[in-house]
């Protein structure tokens, strides 16, 4: 598992954030796609906290992207079935 893979997974909505904020203030706007799209494989509670948490810092281009990931992540998962 790499650190990004990591990071999206951390605990706390808010670390998910701080991560994604310190990726798109160094420049690394890839790192930080790559944290949204591993965010997005998360379950549906914890997508909707690190959303709010990206919304409650005024980042919402990222939290409508990590919205748009986790709902094709789901599709996905319910065509599957």
Known sequence: M?????????SR???????IAACRIA??????HAVLTNAGL?????????????HEAEYYEDAATLTRFALEHSSRRGASR
């Open 42 to 54: 998360r379950e549906p509670e914890a997508v909707l906290g690190i959303v709010g948490s990206l």
């Open 13 to 19: 909505a808010t670390d998910v954030r701080d991560v």
């Open 27 to 32: 420049g690394l706007d890839g790192a930080a």
């Open 2 to 10: 790499t650190i990004l893979s990591n990071a999206a997974s951390a």
